[in-house]
């Protein structure tokens, strides 16, 4: 039989021979022993509710509180763009798409959505206008097709999706997020990265959405261009238009309420391409990186030059090895580096504090963010 400790205690003060004296000297102990153990108890028991009470705050609150900042760049092309030969039409059209596209994409920061949607989400208004080379505005190749390239990376994960060479795809940004998130792997291509879009519910576009006449007779001009070049090595001529001598890509980099970083890049990629060229834009590292201990990077160039420089990565690598900041990273790559080798175009880049960086080496390059005291900026020429 089990005896109680009262019991016990009782027990032990009657063979003492002095019953109350000590039977109340033990239970006076006993008593205060129990007080101090619930008391500590008791302290334990507020603190445990303490900590789950600010922890439930804190996890409700982030709807509330902004932890850190957010901020959103997007890029719609660089090259040889100038204020002469630029009509004033046609630049409040590509003022017009960039505000509605960056007005977009920030609000979904605003309303605590993540990077990755507000990176998806403004890429395809972009892919959406013909006014960039990028999806319904995407260029022809030598064979008179279009053939579109996109990749997305989470800077949580590092996680990244790609596709290229696709000639059916409404919107590559969109597909290449799926690859990221639906599949093992990291780039799809051609017809294998269009069987996947069909066998995850996509609906594919038939080949005459992405015609526009603009675009068209650029191609036409192209292929005239080539035939008087004959005898020499064959390169990319650009059209006399200079709003179209540009490195057709769209893009943007973005810094959500989590501290996550995402960026993403989508192309036409050039006029009169042969062979199934693929350029800078669907190559993670090169058009497009995202890290959540250095940047987010979205590239737009000559896509040869970037891939060799493996851009965009080696901006993140120069931040992570060295320590430089975002601003100083970027400027060497781009205004350095990138020149060395014969490149040019130029890149937009955030960092996890919020600082952005949009150098380019060319005359212009279409981008916009939204400034420290939250007002929308447009830019296109070089300051």
Same mark, same amino acid.
């Given at each position: 039989?089990?005896?109680?400790?009262?019991? &016990?205690?009782?027990?032990?003060?009657?063979?003492?021979?002095?019953?109350?004296? &000590?039977?109340?000297?033990? @239970?006076?102990?006993?008593?205060?022993?129990?007080?101090?153990?619930?008391?500590?108890?008791?302290?334990?028991?507020?603190?445990? @509710?303490?900590?789950?009470?600010? #922890?439930?705050?804190?996890?409700?609150?982030?709807?509330?509180?902004?932890?850190?900042?957010?901020?959103?760049?997007?890029? *719609?092309?660089?090259?040889?763009?100038?204020?002469?030969?630029?009509?004033? %039409?046609?630049?409040?059209?590509?003022?017009?798409?960039?505000? /509605?596209?960056?007005?977009?994409?920030?609000?979904?920061?605003?309303?605590?959505?993540?990077?990755?949607?507000?990176?998806?989400?403004?890429?395809?208004?972009?892919?959406?206008? =013909?006014? &960039?080379? #990028? *999806?319904?505005?995407?260029?022809?190749?030598?064979?008179?097709?279009?053939?579109?390239?996109?990749?997305?990376?989470?800077?949580?994960?590092?996680?990244?999706?790609?596709?290229?060479?696709?000639?059916?795809?409404?919107?590559?940004?969109?597909?290449?997020?799926?690859?990221?998130?639906?599949?093992? +792997?990291?780039?799809? $291509?051609?017809?294998?990265?269009?069987?996947?879009?069909?066998? +995850?519910?996509?609906?594919?576009? =038939?080949?005459?959405?992405?015609?526009?006449?603009?675009?068209?007779?650029?191609?036409?001009?192209?292929?005239?261009? /080539?035939?008087?070049?004959?005898?020499?090595?064959?390169?990319?001529?650009?059209?006399?238009?200079?709003?179209?001598?540009?490195?057709?890509? $769209?893009?943007?980099?973005?810094?959500?309420?989590?501290?996550?970083?995402?960026?993403?890049?989508?192309?036409?990629?050039?006029?009169?391409?042969? &062979?199934?060229?693929?350029?800078?834009?669907?190559?993670?590292?090169?058009?497009?990186?995202?890290?959540?201990?250095?940047?987010?990077?979205?590239?737009?160039?000559?896509? %040869?030059?970037?891939?060799?420089?493996?851009?965009?990565?080696?901006?993140?690598?120069?931040?992570?090895?060295?320590?430089?900041?975002?601003?100083?990273?970027?400027?060497?790559?781009?205004?350095?580096?990138?020149?060395?080798?014969?490149?040019?175009?130029?890149?937009?880049?955030?960092? *996890? +504090?919020?600082?952005? #960086?949009?150098?380019?080496?060319?005359? *212009?390059?279409?981008?916009?963010?939204?400034?420290?005291?939250?007002? =929308?900026?447009?830019?296109?020429?070089? /300051?």
């Amino acid at each position: 039989m089990i005896m109680s400790w009262d019991a &016990f205690g009782m027990r032990v003060c009657r063979a003492a021979g002095d019953e109350t004296e &000590f039977f109340e000297s033990y @239970f006076e102990e006993r008593n205060e022993m129990t007080n101090s153990i619930n008391l500590i108890s008791g302290s334990i028991t507020l603190g445990v @509710f303490w900590v789950l009470l600010i #922890a439930a705050e804190y996890t409700y609150g982030q709807g509330e509180t902004t932890m850190h900042p957010y901020r959103l760049v997007i890029q *719609g092309g660089a090259g040889t763009i100038s204020r002469g030969q630029m009509t004033p %039409e046609l630049e409040k059209e590509y003022t017009d798409k960039l505000l /509605e596209a960056l007005n977009t994409g920030y609000g979904i920061l605003q309303k605590n959505g993540t990077s990755l949607d507000a990176v998806e989400t403004v890429i395809k208004i972009l892919e959406d206008s =013909p006014l &960039f080379n #990028a *999806g319904k505005g995407a260029v022809f190749t030598h064979e008179g097709t279009n053939e579109l390239d996109a990749s997305i990376m989470d800077g949580r994960t590092l996680k990244a999706g790609a596709v290229a060479a696709v000639k059916h795809i409404k919107n590559p940004i969109s597909l290449a997020r799926l690859v990221m998130e639906q599949s093992a +792997h990291v780039m799809l $291509v051609g017809e294998g990265a269009e069987a996947f879009a069909k066998g +995850h519910g996509v609906q594919l576009v =038939p080949q005459e959405y992405f015609y526009t006449e603009k675009r068209w007779q650029q191609y036409l001009k192209a292929k005239e261009d /080539e035939k008087k070049d004959s005898g020499a090595p064959r390169k990319q001529v650009a059209p006399e238009d200079s709003s179209q001598k540009k490195h057709g890509t $769209v893009g943007c980099v973005a810094l959500d309420k989590m501290g996550n970083l995402a960026a993403g890049t989508s192309t036409g990629g050039t006029t009169n391409k042969r &062979f199934g060229r693929v350029g800078d834009s669907p190559i993670i590292g090169a058009g497009t990186y995202a890290d959540n201990r250095t940047c987010a990077v979205s590239a737009t160039g000559t896509g %040869e030059y970037f891939i060799r420089l493996a851009v965009a990565h080696d901006i993140s690598a120069m931040m992570e090895y060295t320590g430089v900041p975002l601003e100083k990273a970027a400027q060497t790559v781009v205004m350095e580096k990138l020149p060395k080798i014969g490149g040019d175009g130029g890149v937009i880049a955030i960092d *996890g +504090h919020g600082n952005i #960086a949009m150098p380019f080496n060319t005359t *212009g390059m279409y981008r916009a963010y939204i400034d420290d005291g939250g007002k =929308p900026v447009v830019k296109i020429y070089k /300051e």
